[in-house]
């Protein structure tokens, strides 16, 4: 693997995985697990590409900041909501979540993402109160974000590697560069 080629993305765009695209029949099943190195890769070549992501803590203006966002499920015909909430800049909660129910639009689906959202923006907003961590209380607004700038969508979707290093940037994930190190 040190020499494979690394991901940036742990799914590209293009794929729409379902359920029927697993292995259904017994023999199907019996050579899969004969073959378990096959499945694990991938996520190796991603990995070995995140080896270098750390979050990094600045010295920022304390502002806490979310974002929320919702996508289809093709299989179950549910939805999948997300959020991420930053402080600081960076990344301190968030979620990708099947919805427990089957909505008749996009708009219900829309409101049940935005309400665990706003359950967890409130439960952030008694922690930050509660242990006095925040220098000063800030007034929270929730505004329509364009996708574009919404960092939540690589919870929800998969992105092409721009628009997820986007999202990696807004969450407050970097690169770190290895510095040579002299024996």
């Given at each position: 693997?040190?020499?494979?080629k690394?991901?940036?993305?742990?799914?590209?765009?293009?794929?729409?995985?379902?359920?029927?695209?697993?292995?259904?029949?017994?023999?199907?099943?019996?050579?899969?697990?004969?073959?378990?190195?096959?499945?694990?890769?991938?996520?190796?070549?991603?990995?070995?590409?995140?080896?270098?992501?750390s979050?990094?803590?600045?010295?920022?203006?304390?502002?806490?900041?979310?974002?929320?966002?919702?996508?289809?499920?093709?299989?179950?015909?549910?939805?999948?909501?997300?959020?991420?909430?930053?402080?600081?800049?960076?990344?301190?909660?968030?979620?990708?979540?099947?919805?427990?129910?089957?909505?008749?639009?996009?708009?219900?689906?829309?409101?049940?993402?935005?309400?665990?959202?706003?359950?967890?923006?409130?439960?952030?907003?008694?922690?930050?109160?509660?242990i006095?961590?925040?220098?000063?209380?800030?007034?929270?607004?929730?505004?329509?974000v364009?996708?574009?700038?919404?960092?939540?969508?690589?919870?929800?979707?998969?992105?092409?590697?721009?628009?997820h290093?986007?999202?990696?940037?807004?969450?407050?994930l970097?690169?770190?560069?290895?510095?040579?190190?002299?024996?």
């Amino acid at each position: 693997m040190g020499s494979a080629k690394s991901e940036s993305c742990p799914l590209g765009p293009h794929f729409k995985l379902t359920s029927k695209q697993s292995p259904e029949k017994k023999a199907e099943i019996e050579y899969m697990k004969n073959i378990p190195y096959a499945s694990a890769v991938g996520s190796l070549i991603y990995l070995k590409g995140t080896a270098k992501v750390s979050i990094c803590y600045g010295d920022q203006e304390a502002f806490l900041e979310g974002y929320t966002d919702m996508a289809g499920d093709i299989d179950s015909k549910r939805s999948t909501s997300g959020y991420m909430f930053t402080f600081v800049g960076r990344a301190v909660s968030w979620q990708s979540k099947l919805q427990k129910c089957a909505t008749l639009s996009t708009m219900e689906a829309e409101y049940i993402a935005i309400t665990e959202y706003a359950k967890e923006l409130l439960w952030l907003k008694r922690f930050f109160k509660e242990i006095r961590d925040v220098v000063e209380e800030k007034q929270l607004f929730i505004e329509k974000v364009n996708t574009k700038d919404n960092g939540d969508d690589m919870l929800t979707k998969n992105l092409p590697k721009p628009k997820h290093e986007v999202c990696c940037t807004i969450a407050g994930l970097s690169i770190v560069q290895e510095s040579s190190s002299s024996s």
